[in-house]
Structures are given as structure tokens and as C-alpha cells.
Nanobody
Framework: QVQLVESGGDLVQPGGALRLSCAASGRIFRVNTMGWYRQAPGKQRELVATITSGGTTNYADSVKGRFTISRDNAKNTVYLQMNSLKPEDTAVYYC??????????WGQGTQVTVSS
């Protein structure tokens, strides 16, 4: 089992910034890719960004140039730096971990609200 705990969600004004954190524990040696997904009210959960154990990153087109995913393997933590936030970034953000044998784990989610 892998446990994921997110933090950092908040209310922020348009144009502002937030950094989300996701701490992993448990059988973390099995984890390959970690990532962030989000789900807005009435919409499906969507990919935001992922990062492999080797540091290869992937971003949704809607966040490229504004969001940065990073990973501290020593701390078993993945981060999402979100800059130039827009109201359409409002969602519950979920941390995700995928093991080398393709088992998925999810965190409980953290709310990000972008509003003036």
C-alpha cells in the first residue's frame, strides 16, 4: 500500500500563486510515476501534470508555462507550483501515484479556489 497526503490548497486571487505538496508513505519503493489531477464541479477528473522517478515531466496543455511539477525523492514528496492562476483552475486537486506494476493510488484531495 501507498498512502498519499496532499496539502497547500487555498483561496487565491486570479494571477496569484500556490504550491501544493503530496507526501507519500508506505511501500514507496514501488512507485514510479507521481502526478496531479484535478476535478472541477460537474466535470471529469483530468490530468494536470506527472513526473516519473527519473524526472520526466508531462503537462496538460492548459497549464503549460504556468504550473511546474517537481519531486524530492529523499522526502518522498511531489510538488505542484501553480503560477498565474485563473478562475478555471478552481478544482479539487488530487495526488496520484502509479507503481511499476501499474497499481494506482490516490490522495484525499485538496481544494484550490481562484476567485476575487
Amino acid at each position: 500500500q501507498v498512502q498519499l497526503v496532499e496539502s497547500g490548497g487555498d483561496l487565491v486571487q486570479p494571477g496569484g500563486a500556490l504550491r501544493l505538496s503530496c507526501a507519500a508513505s508506505g511501500r514507496i519503493f514501488r512507485v514510479n510515476t507521481m502526478g496531479w489531477y484535478r476535478q472541477a464541479p460537474g466535470k471529469q477528473r483530468e490530468l494536470v501534470a506527472t513526473i516519473t522517478s527519473g524526472g520526466t515531466t508531462n503537462y496538460a496543455d492548459s497549464v503549460k508555462g504556468r504550473f511546474t511539477i517537481s519531486r524530492d525523492n529523499a522526502k518522498n514528496t511531489v510538488y505542484l507550483q501553480m503560477n498565474s492562476l485563473k478562475p478555471e483552475d478552481t478544482a479539487v486537486y488530487y495526488c496520484n501515484a502509479k507503481t511499476y506494476d501499474n497499481i494506482l493510488y490516490w490522495g484525499q484531495g485538496t481544494q484550490v479556489t481562484v476567485s476575487s
